[in-house]
């Protein structure tokens, strides 16, 4: 399938490629991982600025829609995915693969040039463990990307550790508490 870009999208393509650290808020449908896929495929093979990519996202997620969405569309066919999941054995594995994006559920993280961090809201909460572990690793990458239709689904103080992830404290402060008061 041909992908023809809609304004808003184009925009948010332009937005991920000019900007190292963004979120991309758009609602189920609107074409979040299209657009991702398409500014790593411009990163990597155009300007060369990215190697090797880490997506985090759901198990269900992390299984099917990344690489489903590059078999869907056709400059994105020659992108090679590799999904850390299974076993301690399948995942060292899958790491050693040579691909341009490795693909991983919530619980893991590594260093990479760029982050994906598909589903951010699934990191709203600055007490978890996974938010804890991933906000030690995050500042490594020169390039994230968080992806959500929901950002604040149960209301603002949500938004704090999403959007740390992203800028790690610059825009809403280096504490939640700090972005209470």
Request: charged share 25%; glycine share 6%; aromatic share 8%.
């Amino acid at each position: 399938m041909n992908f023809r870009p809609h304004r808003y999208q184009q925009i948010a393509l332009d937005k991920i490629i000019s900007t190292p650290r963004v979120g991309l808020f758009l609602d189920m449908g609107l074409g979040k991982t299209v657009v991702t896929l398409t500014a790593i495929d411009e990163l990597i093979y155009n300007c060369y600025e990215i190697e090797k990519v880490l997506v985090i996202a759901p198990l269900r997620v992390a299984e099917d829609t990344w690489s489903r969405e590059c078999e869907k569309w056709d400059h994105l066919r020659h992108l090679r995915i590799s999904k850390i999941l299974g076993t301690p054995s399948q995942r060292r594995n899958a790491l050693l693969k040579d691909a341009d994006i490795y693909i991983i559920n919530r619980e893991n993280a590594w260093d990479f040039d760029m982050v994906v961090i598909d589903e951010l809201s699934s990191f709203k909460s600055s007490k978890s463990q996974r938010f804890k572990a991933l906000k030690k690793y995050i500042t490594l990458s020169k390039r994230v990307v968080g992806l959500t239709g929901t950002p604040a689904p149960n209301g603002l103080i949500d938004l704090w550790s999403q959007i740390y992830l992203l800028d790690s404290g610059e825009r809403l402060g280096r504490t939640v508490s700090g972005y209470r008061e």
